[in-house]
């Protein structure tokens, strides 16, 4: 008789980023996953040091005009540790796509829009910041959903057939999102118990 497999997923979520990823979107998971056993494995067009930034509409001094947008300012630099070639999406439980100008141009990559097409199919937890719906309406994996995101990329989520909602968070069946980094504790809250479910804890 034939031994039933009873081998739990592994506990290991990718993070893509590329160059302008935002790092108050990128860092934060990085760090709060590996707090509950969950191993965080970035990855990006290729295995090397990318460029992070940082976002804000800065204060100005009286008489001074006023941003209409974020500034962006030079931040830390993130490395990936794996390529998105070489990437099986079957040994990852999760998948956090964050934010920044990076999205722009990672969504054009065949290899990331295989592996989020993956986590929806397989209907593996996914969490999106920001920017990262320009991933997801690219993937063709939104048709139909409620998402949020920074407003200025409503349009995007609507291209990708999905409904837009002004919340800090957005719950919708394997897909948790946010506006922007300020959002994380109730992202992160979300998505980590929905990998912990995923993974049977």
């Known amino acids: 008789m034939a031994k039933k497999n ?20 990128t860092l934060y998971p990085i760090f709060r996953l590996p707090e509950d056993g969950f191993e965080a494995v970035v990855c990006g067009p290729e295995a090397r040091l990318y460029h992070g ?7 100005t001094a009286q008489g001074e005009p006023k941003w209409d947008i974020t500034r962006e300012s030079a931040a830390y630099h993130v ?7 070489d990437i099986n ?28 097409r993956h986590f929806f199919a397989a209907n593996k937890p996914v969490a999106s910041v920001c920017h990262g ?7 063709d ?3 139909g959903r409620t998402v949020t995101t920074v407003a200025k990329c409503q349009l995007d989520a609507e291209q990708g057939g999905a409904k837009y909602v002004n919340e800090r968070v ?17 992202l992160m809250k979300e998505f980590m118990a929905q990998l912990k479910k995923y993974v049977g804890e």
């Open 89 to 116: 999406p079957e040994e990852y439980c999760g998948l956090f796509i964050s934010g920044g100008r990076a999205p722009e141009y990672l969504r054009y990559d065949q290899d990331l829009l295989r592996i989020t």
């Open 170 to 186: 957005v719950v919708d069946g394997n897909l948790v999102c946010s506006r922007v980094w300020m959002d994380n504790t109730w």
């Open 6 to 25: 009873s081998r739990k997923p592994l506990k290991k979520v990718l993070i893509p980023i590329g160059d302008a990823t935002e790092v108050m979107d």
């Open 53 to 59: 930034v940082l976002h804000e509409i800065p204060p």
């Open 141 to 143: 994996v939104i048709q």
């Open 133 to 139: 719906i320009e991933i997801l309406t690219a993937a």
């Open 79 to 85: 490395r990936a540790t794996i390529a998105f070639k």
